[in-house]
């Protein structure tokens, strides 16, 4: 099960999801209380191992700002709403993990992540609209996720992975490690039938 821990802004933040094992850490650069700028992005990134990715989310970002990320954090992935991806220039190498918030009509990308209408608020997405979603696709859920719920989550939704921010925090922005640890232990320890 792939874990991605959100909103990164500490060292010892980042730190904690290395020594947990998590797959991917996140970067916010949309208002929010884990928001920051590219420059602290790149530093607190520069602490990851290479097998770590990293992945720089946004929400209706400017080309400016995708390009400052880009040039200045070199992530892996550029996680965004999916309607913002058809205005936006991406080179080539970005991975792109497109961020759907409900229902769709037509086509549905290989892999998206399957958030609820307000990200970092703590809310739980809609589990029967990202099941019916998961059958047809890839799906990282995200949305009011935490260690008490999680193994809930994967079994209703089944997942390709799950993402947590909020469920993880002492405070809002601030990571808490052993938060952090017991949400990767329940989802390691998940036994999901195939």
Known sequence: ?????????????????????????????????????????AELSAEAPPG???VAVTRHPSQVLVNEIVTRVRPHYLQTDIEDLAGLDLPDGLGVLPVVRGRRNG?????????????????VSDWTVAAELAQQTEII?????????????????????????????????VKDARRMAEFVTAVRSLTVPG
């Open 107 to 123: 086509a549905t990308p290989a892999r998206v992540l399957f958030e609820g209408p307000h990200s970092g608020r703590g809310t």
């Open 1 to 41: 099960m792939f874990i991605k821990i959100c909103g990164m802004t500490s060292a010892a933040a980042v730190v904690a999801a290395i020594e947990c094992g998590v797959d991917a850490i996140g970067f916010v650069f949309a208002p929010s209380p884990r928001q920051v700028t590219p420059d602290q992005a």
């Open 141 to 173: 859920l995200a949305g009011g996720l935490n260690a008490g719920n999680v193994a809930a989550a994967i079994n209703r939704v089944r997942p390709f992975g799950v993402d947590v921010s909020t469920g993880v925090e002492g405070a809002p922005g």
């Open 52 to 54: 770590l990715l990293r």
